[in-house]
């Protein structure tokens, strides 16, 4: 499997929280662990707080130590894999939590990177649909220039992957919207949002520095 781009600072214990709520949702901080190097993400401008929780990570947290965090996922509109990291590099513990909750007839969403196929070296949108509804793709850029120069992506053709992967989970579900973020220099949202209809989905426009 290709490296990720490590978070190298030892991380004190008391820095651990791992289910959070905002908006009426509950999000799961998994990983601190990224695909990509974003330029404007708060935790590489030494920033790990979102909404006055510290989501930065003493160790990944198991399945187990996931579904105890989130506690009655009914009284939730929605279970939100997000946090200061890419969830899909934890992709099993992430089905695994993502099926238990299925149980309890819950709305389960993900907000990624689009780059789970390329890390996990294989098409993984099918199993991700099976037990997630809803799709929340960061393409952050309307070309791959661009994608680069804001993300500052590990591997190659990151962007070209994104757009494949969006391509693929479209086969499995309609509930997948993908984002940009209004006040990055030389994004064009329009641009993004025709790129979301060519595509099928949905798109919605964030704003730079509003985090949660």
Partial sequence: MPATIEI??????????????????????????????????PKF????????????????????EILNAIGKPEQFNEIVFCGLGESTLRLNTMLE????????????????????????ERDVTKEMASCIDKFSISLNAHDENTYNYHCRPKHKNSYTE???????????????????????AGVDISECEKIAQQLDVGFKKRILNDVG
Avoid at 11 to 39: A, Q
């Fill in 8 to 41: 190298p600072e030892k991380i004190p214990k008391n820095y651990h929280v791992v289910g959070y709520s905002l908006h009426g949702n509950r999000y799961i901080n998994m990983t601190n662990r990224c695909t990509l190097r974003c330029k404007f993400c």
């Fill in 97 to 120: 939590v993502a099926h238990s909750l299925k149980k309890n007839n819950v709305t389960i969403r993900l907000n990624t990177d689009g780059l789970a196929n390329l890390v996990n």
């Fill in 45 to 64: 401008n030494h920033v790990w707080d979102v909404q006055s929780y510290s989501l930065r990570l003493h160790h990944e947290p198991d399945t187990k």
């Fill in 162 to 184: 994104v757009i494949d992967f969006i391509k693929k989970l479209r086969r499995y579900t309609s509930g997948i919207v993908i984002t940009a973020i209004d006040g990055l």
